[in-house]
C-alpha cells in the first residue's frame, strides 16, 4: 500500500488537494472518501488506507479549500467549534460539484481500474448521497449522514445500490429522521439501511474515544465491504485463501511461506491459552519456533462447517491429533501423554483485501484437557471426546449432565 498527496483540477478554475492511497496490489477500482466536518484529518486518512487494504485506489478531496484549505483538525473543543463554523459555511452544491473533479481526477490516476464508489461520514454521509443521485456512482455507503431528511427529492436519481449505517443512539439522526429517509427509499430495490442500537453519532471514528463503538464499526464495515465487493469488485476467494494459509501451516509446514499470505500487521489469538502473537515478527517467532515444529505427526483437521462473508470465514472443526511432543500453543507445559485427542475448534478468521489480517481461535479446552487425562472431569460438568463426536453430529444423547433433566419429564 502507498500513498500521496494529489492536485484536482476545478472546472470552474483554481485547483485543490486530496489524499490518495492505492492498494498492494498496485491497481483496483476506486472509491471516493468523503469527510467529516473535520476535514481530510488524521482519521479520515486512516480510513482512506484501510479502503486501499480491501483492494480500492482510495481518494479522499479536501472539500472545505474554498473556505480554507488543508482542513486536519482534531476533536478538542476548539477543534469541534471550528468543525462546526466550516460545516454551517460549507456550500453543498459546489462540493458535490468539486466531487465530480475529484471522480475525474481519480479515474485519471494510473493505479485506477474499473468503478466507482463513494462512502462518506457525517458530513461525507450527506456527500455519499446525493454522490449517488447527481453524480453516476456506481455505489455509494453513507455513515450518519446528518440533515439528508433536506434532499429526499433527489432520492428517484439514485440509480445505484446504496447503504446506509446509523446508530440508534444519534441525536444528530434521531428515529423519526431515520423514518422518513427509509420511508423515500422504499420503491429503491438496491437500498439498503441498518441501525447499530448501541451506537451513537461518529461510532466508527476510532479516534473519539467517547463515541467509538468497535462491534458496530466492524459490522458497519464488513456490509460496507459486501457491497463494494458486489459492484466494484475486486472479488477474492476467502475459502481458497484460508486454505492456502492452513496448507502452509499443516500441510507443508513453512513458517515463511505462511508468513506471506498475513498482512505486515496481522495478528493471532488463541483464546484459551493466550497464545499468538502480534505483528509480523511476534508471529513469525510465533509459527517458526512453537507452533508448526509443536504439531503433532498425525494432526488432521476435520471441517465440520464454513461460513464465508465479505471480510471473514468462520470455520467450525475438529483438530486431532496423538500428544506425542509437547504442543506449546496448545498445552503448554503439559508432557507428551501418549492419547488420541479430538478437540472441537471454532476459527474467526479476517482477511484485509486477499491477506489474512487476523485469526481469533476458541477450542474445548476442558475437554482437551480431560481427553488428556491430566483434568479428571468426575464430578464436574466436562465431556470428553464425546463433545467433538456431537459436534459432527453423532447421537450422542443430550443433558445426561443435568441433574434435573430425568425429574422434569412432564413439568413445564
Not at 483492494?55 to 479536501?62: F, N, R
Not at 484549505?69 to 459546489?94: C, H, M, N, W, Y
Request: one cysteine or more; hydrophobic letters at 40%; charged letters at 25%.
Amino acid at each position: 500500500m502507498s500513498s500521496r498527496k494529489v492536485t484536482i483540477e476545478a472546472q470552474d478554475g483554481g485547483t485543490f488537494s486530496g489524499y490518495l492511497s492505492a492498494p498492494p496490489s498496485g491497481s483496483g477500482p476506486g472509491i471516493l472518501v468523503l469527510q467529516e466536518i473535520f476535514g481530510v484529518s488524521a482519521h479520515i486518512r486512516s480510513v482512506a488506507d484501510r479502503w486501499a487494504e480491501e483492494g480500492y485506489v482510495a481518494l479522499a478531496p479536501d472539500l472545505f479549500w474554498r473556505l480554507k484549505p488543508g482542513v486536519d483538525l482534531g476533536f478538542s473543543p476548539d477543534d469541534v467549534k471550528t468543525a462546526r463554523e466550516l460545516g454551517r459555511r460549507f456550500d453543498i452544491d459546489q462540493g458535490l460539484r468539486d466531487i465530480g473533479d475529484a471522480i475525474v481526477a481519480l479515474k485519471a490516476q494510473p493505479e485506477f481500474k474499473g468503478k466507482v464508489g463513494a462512502v462518506g461520514y457525517c458530513l461525507g454521509g450527506r456527500l455519499a448521497f446525493l454522490a449517488a443521485a447527481r453524480l453516476g456512482v456506481d455505489a455509494a455507503v453513507s455513515y450518519y449522514g446528518t440533515r439528508m431528511d433536506g434532499h429526499l427529492g433527489e432520492v428517484k436519481s439514485v440509480r445505484c445500490p446504496i447503504m446506509f449505517h446509523f446508530g440508534g443512539k444519534d441525536a444528530a439522526v434521531p428515529p423519526e429522521t431515520r423514518d422518513k429517509i427509509r420511508a423515500a427509499f422504499s420503491a429503491h430495490d438496491n437500498a439498503e439501511f441498518f441501525v447499530y442500537a448501541d451506537a451513537g453519532h461518529a461510532f466508527n471514528n476510532d479516534r473519539r474515544s467517547e463515541a467509538y463503538d468497535p462491534f458496530a464499526a466492524q459490522l458497519a464495515r464488513s456490509r460496507s465491504i459486501g457491497l463494494f465487493r458486489r459492484t466494484l469488485g475486486p472479488r477474492y476467494d476467502l475459502s481458497a485463501l484460508w486454505d492456502n494459509h492452513a496448507d502452509q501451516e499443516f500441510k507443508y509446514r513453512d513458517a515463511d511461506a505462511t508468513m506471506a499470505t498475513m498482512t505486515p500487521d496481522a495478528y493471532v489469538n488463541h483464546i484459551p491459552t493466550l497464545t499468538g502473537g502480534y505483528g509480523a515478527m511476534e508471529l513469525h517467532r510465533f509459527y517458526k519456533y512453537h507452533f508448526i515444529p509443536r504439531l503433532p505427526a498425525d494432526t488432521k483437521l476435520v471441517p465440520i462447517s464454513r461460513t464465508v462473508g465479505s471480510d471473514r470465514v468462520v470455520d467450525e472443526l475438529l483438530f486431532c491429533f496423538t500428544h506425542d511432543c509437547e504442543i506449546d500453543f496448545l498445552a503448554p507445559g503439559v508432557a507428551p501423554t501418549g492419547k488420541y485427542v479430538e478437540v472441537s475448534t471454532v476459527a474467526v478468521v479476517e482477511f484485509r483485501g486477499d491477506k489474512l489480517y487476523n485469526e481469533h481461535i476458541y477450542w474445548d479446552q476442558a475437554s482437551m484437557l480431560a481427553q488428556l487425562g491430566v483434568l479428571d472431569p468426575e464430578g464436574l460438568p466436562i465431556a470428553g471426546i464425546e463433545s467433538a463426536r456431537k459436534a459432527k453430529g453423532e447421537p450422542i444423547p443430550s443433558n445426561a449432565m443435568m441433574p434435573t433433566w430425568k425429574n422434569s419429564e412432564g413439568k413445564s
